[in-house]
């Protein structure tokens, strides 16, 4: 009689049930599991595009912080025809401020300018490079969305 009404262990409908909720329960891991995958490789993927800009790294003593600036000494000497026209004098200075606002002026001969000018490129690369590397390493930090979704609906 228990057959019939549609309660208790016997029910030919019990099995559907099973098979029901095994499929749910199949589909809801395959998902955990690509998931899992797809979160593994997107980690090795911001691992290769920091390895990348590792390599293009200038890896090198030949830098320098600060500005290239351009001035114009005059009247520096009494008799100099450059300064009594007006004209002056043009000179590169490097600065470089530090910590507590004090700023440093080294003067630089004409033909280490060009020189500079690469060291401080490199210096400006190499602090864009570590720039990136940063947000890639924020990123490989940060705690996926969907992975705690995911483990959630499985705990549940």
């Not at 998902?31 to 593994?40: C, I, M, P, Q």
């Not at 009247?75 to 590169?92: D, Q, R, T």
């Not at 004409?110 to 000018?117: G, N």
């Not at 947000?135 to 705690?148: I, V, Y």
């Amino acid at each position: 009689m228990r057959g019939r009404t549609g309660s208790g262990p016997h029910v030919a409908a019990r099995p559907d049930a099973l098979v029901f909720s095994e499929i749910v329960l199949e589909q809801v891991l395959t998902w955990a599991r690509e998931s899992v995958s797809f979160l593994r490789m997107r980690h090795e993927q911001t691992i290769l595009r920091r390895q990348k800009l590792l390599d293009r790294v200038p890896v090198t003593g030949e830098i320098l912080r600060g500005s290239l600036l351009e001035r114009t000494i005059r009247n520096h000497a009494s008799g100099c025809a450059k300064c009594a026209s007006g004209e002056g004098h043009p000179l590169s200075v490097l600065t470089v401020t530090y910590p507590g606002g004090r700023t440093r002026q080294f003067s630089l001969r004409r033909e280490r300018v060009r020189e500079v000018r690469r060291w401080l490129r490199n210096y400006q690369d190499l602090k864009k490079a570590i720039e990136a590397i940063c947000e890639l390493n924020h990123e490989l930090l940060r705690p996926d969305k969907t992975a705690s979704k995911a483990r959630r609906k499985i705990r549940d």
